[in-house]
């Protein structure tokens, strides 16, 4: 049985990152704790916003802080839309260098855009 998935995602401003990924992508703000956390629905997954400070690091061990300025994650998400009018790729980030992309099928769905085999 697969574990269930929840992505968390820092983000320097709680509220903008509300206002981000509701307008921006469709999502929902679902539960709330404080100033420092927000669930988001919508997705195939619920979306964490958790507020962390620039600078700050994700746990003691961790010599790398967080930097809310444009960076290359290894880990990002991918949104399937319908249609984006131009072109089949964007590669683009939230507010806080969050790297992100949204992504238009055709035919193979994703073989077909990345010239994969089939």
Do not use: Q
Not at 16 to 37: C, E, M, N, Q, V
Not at 62 to 89: C, E, F, I, M, Q
Not at 100 to 107: H, I, K, P, W
Request: charged share 25%; with cysteine; glycine share 14%.
């Amino acid at each position: 049985m697969a574990l269930p998935l929840r992505v968390c995602i820092d983000v320097e401003d709680l509220e903008k990152g509300i206002a981000f990924y509701r307008d921006a992508l469709g999502l929902t703000p679902g539960r709330r704790l404080g100033h420092s956390w927000v669930e988001m629905l919508g997705a195939p997954a619920p979306i964490d916003l958790l507020a962390e400070p620039a600078g700050t690091t994700a746990s003691p061990r961790s010599k790398a802080v967080r930097d809310y300025g444009r960076h290359w994650t290894p880990v990002h998400l991918d949104w399937p839309v319908p249609d984006k009018k131009w072109g089949r790729l964007a590669i683009l980030a939230d507010p806080f260098g969050n790297g992100f992309c949204l992504l238009e099928y055709r035919g193979r769905g994703y073989d077909e855009l990345v010239g994969g085999g089939g």
